[in-house]
């Protein structure tokens, strides 16, 4: 009669086959996640900012904002992670390939060009949006380069189109600076 001993290894051994080959098979639990904390011009905390890379490699980007005027704000990823001494240090508009302003310009669009965020009357702000054309990852269109990005919000609309190339500036008649946020890896 075999032991039990025996009998046990041998019931354990196939599940614990099965138990490495999942955990292997499943890999990390977590996308790679970014954040930020957007502030005013006088460097009150006005909202927030959140990233998560999906396994397709597209950023998923999540804004809520509150305090800043009613209606549509043009907001964009800047080339640089910085907001002091002002917003003119975050640089122009993320533009790794070169393309021109404006998600609805044939040219365009910017890697850093996103729908326009919406600012309800009770002047809270809320975006949800997707890009493929950014990653948190490793790699050319990363937002984490030499030195980082933040995020620009705009006291205008983008009109989605206007660039230099078309006789306006690079945002789209956004405006001025109003909220920035430096993107940071969580």
């Not at 990390?28 to 502030?39: C, D, I, L, R, Y």
């Not at 964009?76 to 910085?82: C, F, M, N, T």
């Not at 190339?165 to 690079?170: E, V």
């Amino acid at each position: 009669m075999p032991s039990i001993r025996r009998t046990a290894a041998l019931m354990a051994g196939p599940a614990l086959a099965v138990l490495a080959a999942t955990s292997v098979v499943a890999g990390p639990s977590s996308a790679p996640h970014a954040s930020g904390t957007f502030v005013d011009a006088s460097g009150a905390e006005v909202g927030w900012l959140q990233l998560t890379e999906d396994r397709h490699g597209d950023v998923h980007v999540n804004v809520h904002v509150k305090g800043l005027a009613a209606g549509l704000h043009g907001i964009h990823i800047h080339a640089v992670g910085a907001c002091t001494p002002d917003f003119a240090a975050a640089g122009g508009h993320y533009n790794p390939q070169g393309h021109q302003h404006g998600l609805d310009n044939p040219a365009g669009p910017h890697a850093g060009d996103l729908p326009n965020l919406i600012v309800n009357e009770d002047l809270v702000g809320h975006l949800d949006a997707r890009t493929d054309r950014a990653t948190l990852s490793s790699g050319p269109l990363t937002l984490f380069d030499f030195d980082g990005s933040a995020f620009i919000i705009h006291a205008n609309t983008d009109n989605q189109t206007t660039d230099v190339a078309n006789g306006g500036p690079a945002n789209g008649n956004s405006g001025a600076r109003i909220a920035c946020a430096v993107v940071t890896a969580d």
